[in-house]
């Protein structure tokens, strides 16, 4: 299923709830339906702020781990293909930080399941 984030300030951001579910419990928000208001967009603003420098800090290590095994795996062969990258939590939860921060300057709510 889909969760579409609404808001004047912004264009809708759509995402999965599994990937909207980390940044909603965050935020002690329902995943069905709810409201972040004017009011509340500082504290969400700095807790997915906060949220995104500490997953840039794991992505640097789970990183140069891929890359040692990628490399140097038990073959001793250097040129096997590197996983597929995963979406990081930093590109995912960017669209719906940046709609935060222009429903803060607008002074407006971002909705969803309604």
């Known amino acids: 299923m ?9 264009a809708d951001v759509v995402m999965y709830e599994s990937h909207a579910k980390p940044i909603l419990d965050m935020l002690h928000k329902d995943l069905k339906r709810g409201v972040i208001t004017a009011a509340e967009s500082t504290e969400a603003i700095a807790l997915l702020e906060k949220q995104i420098v500490n ?14 095994l990628a490399h140097h795996n038990s ?11 995963p979406v990081t939590f930093s590109a995912r939860a960017y669209p719906l930080l940046d709609m ?15």
């Open 75 to 85: 073959d001793g062969d250097d040129n096997g293909h590197e996983k597929i990258e």
């Open 100 to 114: 935060l921060r222009e429903a803060k300057k607008g002074n407006h709510d971002i909705l969803w399941g309604v």
């Open 2 to 10: 889909l969760v579409t984030f609404k808001s004047k300030a912004a």
């Open 55 to 68: 997953s840039k800090a794991h992505e640097a290590a789970e990183t140069l781990e891929r890359d040692v």
